[in-house]
């Protein structure tokens, strides 16, 4: 199977060793197991709990513990709506290749993560780009997403919150969406891996899976909760897509590890603390980086809504990736380049890394523009 290079991951291995402050990290700062363990209230040395573990394949669909905890963050998700993957990156993948056939029609948002539109592609499917656009707030044009639309669409696959833009599409637009898709039976593929960052209430947007009765949501742990390591996300579905799935899964996952079910079944069911440190993270970051904006003329964006990046316009005559290698050359700072997500005159900076990665970063920044 023929796949287009990812971007954005390319780019990552690429620099994310060789540079000294990394502003490209999409996680909020990532957790130790003792920081895990002293969050959800255990005794932060003591894995005791680990060593009646048996290395076993564990449950196959993930324990009905996690299940349990992850279908508590949807209002209408039960157990058996939940299946447990390899990362988000492993929920995504198992979808597209569960659901999407050759010559196909498939809408997918762009900038977003690459998956949504290659992976389709490489299966031969009928890939049709909806590009959001900075003078929308980066949210998707209705009008447009009626045009493509068509009869005999497969799926509309979204990112909300969304990586890059940060932007969040608001509950009664999910409802419009759904109802787009509803008039010609697509499914709604919703990759939700940033949900619980908001930076408003609660934190936790609105989820497609609950929305719409084709709605499909993605997520995992790696963002919102910080612990990428667990290489742990799972797939929100009506009972058919998930045995569906199975079928699929059988060929690739197997199971997750054991502790890794462990750990996240821990992190959830205490997810308010755990998202409690996130959104202390992301709120007060955000803050940072838009009083930084402020004073740098050559930059501007629309203030992202959730997530943990923001893309950012700028004016200088140099192409995002020159701009990104000069940039981390001189000074050891790691954005990512537009082109990653086929735009130029872009960058997206991650910013919910340590607070104080993020203000040194960003003083470099601003010696490095000064000096165009
Ligand atoms: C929108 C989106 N989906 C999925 C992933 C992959 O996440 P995970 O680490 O859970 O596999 C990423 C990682 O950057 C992402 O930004």
Known sequence: MKIEPFRVEIWMNEWETKCDLNLAETCVESLTIAELLDLTGQNATDLSA??????????????MRLREAISALYDKQAPDNVIVTHGTIGANMLIHRSLVDRRDRVVSVVPTY???????????????????????????????????????????????????????????????????????DAWVLCDEVYRGTDQEGSGMTASMADIYEKGISTAGMSKAYSLAGLRLGWIAAPRAVIEEVMIHRDYDTISVGVIDDHFATLALE???????????????????????????????????????????????????????VALIEETGVMFTPGSAFGMEGYVRIGYANNPEILKAGLARVSAFLARQ
């Not at 680990?50 to 324990?63: C, E, H, N, R």
């Not at 590009?131 to 909300?160: C, F, S, Y």
């Not at 993270?281 to 964006?301: V, Y």
């Open 114 to 184: 690459q998956q949504h539109y290659s992976i389709p592609e490489s299966i031969g499917a009928d890939v049709h780009l909806l590009h959001l656009r900075e003078e929308n707030g980066w949210l998707p044009d209705l009008d447009l997403l009626r045009q493509l639309v068509v009869p005999g669409t497969k799926m509309i696959a979204l990112t909300n919150p969304n990586n890059p833009t940060g932007a969040l599409i608001p509950r009664p637009m999910l409802e419009e969406i759904a109802a787009i898709a509803r008039t010609v």
């Open 270 to 324: 205490n997810r308010d603390r755990v998202l409690g440190r996130s959104q202390h993270i992301t709120r007060g970051n955000l803050a940072i980086l838009a009083e930084w904006i402020e004073t740098e003329p050559r930059l501007s964006w629309v203030r992202p809504r959730s997530g943990t990046t923001a893309f950012i316009r700028y004016d200088l005559p140099m192409p995002s990736r020159d701009f990104c």
């Open 50 to 63: 680990l060593l009646p573990l048996k290395m076993t394949y564990g449950a196959i669909d993930g324990s």
